[in-house]
């Protein structure tokens, strides 16, 4: 009775924020978001589901069992437990009994769902509300930057696409990092059209989050928006394009450091390392579904990246039809399959350098290239697993997308028919006789 009557209260309060969230939008949104919502509901009661009965032991149950101790602790001492969870998010020292990082903050949320929802059910719900919050904020800094693409189109892509919403539903890391990174984006756009204390909130809580689930993408959105910062200022004023070149280039080599600071794993030194353990861990333990990039004996990002053109084939075409084992493997393979054709297609037609012509074009979409070219690599090269592999390029999935239906869109601005042209007789003799018609009306008008 818990369990549903926890799902009734969550599903009619995210039908509330919905509901006011559209009031002022466009019919447009008005329609979308909540079918977004419903999906986010039905698909996060399907991961469960999933878990449950055909995977069994997973990540998942796993951080339930860490969130029953600590609920239970939560219970009894409610401001100390909430206050060391906060220090944890904030990368301060805790007393938590789990630790810190990201796997201690999935033990930590899920307790917090326990505590609020008493229900396994309610926490999947809860955490989907709560990603879905994260690609609607995607979708309106998407669409207030590129008005020129079709609304639709937009909100398939950011709040949509079937897997993206199946692997973002639920107590799973994905769900964390797509809201934060959701909010991070429209804080970003937004303080990049004008400082206002709301964006800049956005922007903080929208670090936080994602640092704290999916670190590792922090330095494609570092680099991403360094370049979207750029083209703003230069398209603003374009007589200082050095200086501005200059100014942007230090502030993205400080955020690489700081970063690097924060993260020693992620940072420049490090990075290449990093990804060569993975790789040598999965050498030592195969897999059915387990396959290997490059060379684990490259400890250096130079040696790493010569391996980025496979890594990229990797995250946004694998796992193909004949690798796919299950049904969610079967269903990724099928959609990855044909965004593959559906790019392949709008390049043939539009030609690499329009396309190219296209992304420059706007600063949205140099960040979404950007992102996706730093984030598909690392994902492709340090990922071992296909069945992983579907989950962690999640957060890529929504920019990869866009960029697929823009060039669609400038594939077929370049190959509509022309508007027929009238021959040079005709247009002289349709001329001659208005003329003569004019004179006739302006004679009987006199008469």
Same mark, same amino acid.
Request: charged content about 15%; proline content about 4%; overall charge positive.
């Given at each position: 009775?818990?369990?549903?009557?926890?799902?009734?209260?969550?599903?009619?309060?995210?039908?509330?924020?919905?509901?006011?969230?559209?009031?002022r939008?466009?019919?447009?949104?008005?329609?979308?978001?909540?079918m977004?919502?419903?999906?986010?509901?039905?698909?996060?009661?399907?991961?469960?589901?999933?878990? #449950?009965?055909?995977?069994?032991?997973s990540?998942?149950?796993?951080?339930?069992?860490?969130?029953?101790?600590?609920?239970?602790?939560?219970?009894?001492?409610?401001?100390?437990?909430?206050?060391?969870? =906060? /220090?944890? %998010?904030?990368?301060?020292?805790?007393?938590?009994?789990?630790?810190?990082?990201?796997?201690?903050?999935m033990? *930590?949320? %899920?307790?917090?769902?326990?505590?609020?929802?008493?229900?396994?059910?309610?926490?999947?719900?809860?955490?989907?509300?709560?990603?879905?919050?994260?690609?609607?904020?995607?979708?309106?800094?998407?669409?207030?930057?590129?008005?020129?693409?079709d609304?639709?189109?937009?909100?398939?892509?950011t709040?949509?696409?079937?897997?993206?919403?199946?692997?973002? *539903?639920?107590?799973? /890391?994905?769900?964390? !990092?797509? =809201?934060?990174?959701?909010?991070?984006?429209?804080?970003?756009?937004?303080?990049?059209? =004008?400082?206002?204390?709301?964006?800049?909130?956005?922007?903080?809580?929208?670090?936080?989050?994602?640092?704290?689930? /999916?670190?590792?993408?922090?330095?494609?959105?570092?680099?991403?928006?360094?370049?979207w910062?750029?083209?703003?200022?230069? #398209?603003?004023?374009? /007589?200082?394009?050095?200086?501005?070149?200059?100014?942007?280039?230090?502030?993205?080599?400080?955020?690489?450091?700081?970063?690097?600071?924060?993260?020693?794993?992620?940072?420049?030194?490090?990075?290449?390392?990093?990804?060569?353990? $993975?790789?040598?861990?999965? @050498? #030592?333990?195969?897999?059915?579904?387990?396959?290997?990039?490059?060379? !684990?004996? $490259?400890? *250096?990002?130079?040696? $790493? =990246?010569?391996? %980025?053109?496979i890594?990229?084939?990797?995250?946004?075409?694998?796992?193909?039809?004949?690798?796919?084992?299950?049904?969610?493997?079967?269903?990724?393979?099928?959609?990855?399959?044909?965004?593959?054709?559906?790019?392949?297609?709008?390049? %043939?037609?539009?030609?690499?350098?329009?396309a190219? @012509?296209?992304?420059?074009?706007?600063g949205?979409?140099?960040?979404?290239a950007?992102?996706?070219?730093?984030?598909?690599?690392?994902?492709?090269?340090?990922?071992?697993?296909?069945?992983?592999?579907?989950?962690?390029?999640?957060?890529?999935?929504?920019?990869?997308?866009?960029?697929?239906?823009?060039?669609?869109?400038?594939?077929?601005?370049?190959? *509509?028919?022309?508007?027929?042209?009238?021959?040079?007789?005709?247009?002289?003799?349709?001329?001659?006789?208005?003329?003569? #018609?004019n004179?006739?009306?302006?004679?009987?008008?006199?008469?």
């Amino acid at each position: 009775m818990s369990d549903v009557l926890s799902c009734i209260v969550i599903v009619i309060l995210g039908v509330t924020v919905a509901t006011v969230g559209t009031m002022r939008a466009s019919r447009m949104e008005r329609t979308y978001v909540p079918m977004s919502l419903l999906m986010h509901f039905v698909l996060a009661i399907a991961n469960y589901e999933i878990m #449950e009965r055909v995977f069994v032991i997973s990540d998942v149950h796993g951080y339930l069992e860490g969130g029953e101790v600590l609920a239970s602790l939560i219970e009894v001492h409610p401001l100390h437990w909430t206050f060391e969870i =906060a /220090k944890a %998010a904030c990368f301060l020292p805790s007393e938590l009994p789990q630790g810190t990082g990201p796997t201690g903050n999935m033990v *930590s949320a %899920a307790a917090i769902g326990l505590v609020l929802t008493r229900s396994v059910w309610g926490i999947f719900l809860l955490f989907a509300g709560m990603s879905f919050l994260g690609k609607w904020a995607l979708f309106r800094a998407v669409r207030d930057e590129l008005k020129t693409l079709d609304e639709r189109a937009i909100a398939f892509v950011t709040m949509l696409v079937p897997s993206y919403v199946f692997w973002t *539903s639920g107590l799973v /890391k994905e769900a964390f !990092a797509m =809201a934060g990174l959701g909010v991070l984006v429209r804080g970003a756009q937004l303080l990049l059209r =004008a400082f206002n204390l709301t964006a800049l909130v956005f922007v903080v809580c929208g670090l936080l989050v994602v640092a704290d689930f /999916k670190p590792y993408f922090l330095l494609s959105f570092v680099v991403g928006v360094g370049f979207w910062i750029l083209f703003a200022k230069i #398209e603003r004023a374009p /007589k200082f394009a050095p200086v501005i070149l200059v100014i942007g280039l230090v502030v993205g080599v400080g955020g690489l450091v700081l970063l690097g600071k924060q993260f020693e794993d992620y940072s420049i030194d490090n990075l290449g390392q990093s990804i060569a353990r $993975q790789q040598a861990w999965v @050498r #030592e333990t195969q897999g059915g579904s387990d396959y290997a990039i490059g060379d !684990a004996t $490259q400890r *250096s990002l130079a040696g $790493q =990246a010569v391996y %980025a053109p496979i890594a990229l084939v990797t995250t946004f075409a694998r796992p193909f039809p004949t690798e796919a084992r299950g049904l969610t493997s079967a269903i990724s393979s099928i959609e990855m399959l044909l965004m593959t054709i559906l790019l392949l297609r709008a390049l %043939a037609r539009t030609g690499l350098r329009r396309a190219g @012509r296209e992304v420059l074009s706007n600063g949205m979409l140099i960040f979404a290239a950007a992102f996706l070219l730093i984030g598909g690599t690392g994902v492709g090269l340090a990922t071992t697993n296909l069945g992983t592999l579907s989950r962690y390029r999640t957060p890529l999935l929504p920019f990869y997308a866009l960029l697929i239906v823009v060039f669609q869109q400038a594939a077929a601005r370049r190959v *509509s028919p022309p508007r027929p042209r009238m021959p040079l007789r005709l247009h002289r003799r349709l001329a001659r006789s208005s003329t003569l #018609e004019n004179q006739a009306s302006k004679g009987s008008v006199t008469r």
